[in-house]
Structure formats: C-alpha cells, structure tokens
Nanobody
Framework: QVQLVESGGGLVQAGGSLRLSCAAS????????MGWFRQAPGKEREFVAR????????AYADSVKGRFTISRDNAKKMVALQMNSLKPEDTAVYYC?????WGVGASMYDYWGQGTQVTVSS
C-alpha cells in the first residue's frame, strides 16, 4: 500500500521560508515521478512543482518559479519543496503526489498524501 506523508507546513510571515517534506513508502520510489500540488479555500487543486524519477528534470508553475525548489532523495524515499519569498497567495493545503506518467495534471498522479497547511500572513 503506497503511503505519502507530508510535513513541514505552518504559519509564516510574507517573505519568509518553509520547507515541506514528503515521506513515501509502499512502492518502488525511484520508479515514480513526484509532484507537489496545492489547494486554497474555494479554489481548484493546482500544480506547483514536479520532479522526474531520477531527479534530473524539474518543472514549476509560473507562480512559484524562482521561489520554490523541488528535490528528492531516492535513498531516503523523500521529496522536498523549499519555499522562499512566500506570499499570502501561497496560502493553501499542499499535497505530495506520485505517479508513473510525467505530467502536470492531477489526474496523472496515482497516489496522494493527506496534505499539510501552509499559511502566509501579510
């Protein structure tokens, strides 16, 4: 059974930083791409960042490009999202996801974590 557990969310002031982590278990981690999504109240879940199985290719939403960095450690079966220069509009529940297909659509990811809340105050 695949499990993804996010951690690292919290409350931070605008301009601050947070580092989210996602621990995976129950599947061959380094066969799967990983992604981060977020969902703000009243909005649809949106793509944030993704990283391929080997960690050699990354992609970001335009809204976070240059501020967020995704990385993975296949030996530890973990993926991280370093978030710098946070803005109030980054406030959302952040989800870790994994899948075989390389893409940005939420439907391309097979397994999801429960999410971690990130709140950025102005």
């Amino acid at each position: 059974q695949v499990q993804l557990v996010e951690s690292g969310g919290g409350l931070v002031q605008a301009g601050g930083s947070l580092r989210l982590s996602c621990a995976a278990s129950g599947h061959t981690f380094n066969n799967y791409h990983m992604g981060w999504f977020r969902q703000a109240p009243g909005k649809e879940r949106e793509f944030v960042a993704r990283i391929n199985w080997s960690g050699t290719i990354t992609a970001y939403a335009d809204s976070v490009k240059g501020r967020f960095t995704i990385s993975r450690d296949n030996a530890k079966k973990m993926v991280a999202l370093q978030m710098n220069s946070l803005k109030p509009e980054d406030t959302a529940v952040y989800y870790c996801a994994t899948g075989i297909v390389w893409g940005v659509g939420a439907s391309m990811y097979d397994y999801w974590g429960q999410g971690t809340q990130v709140t950025v105050s102005s």
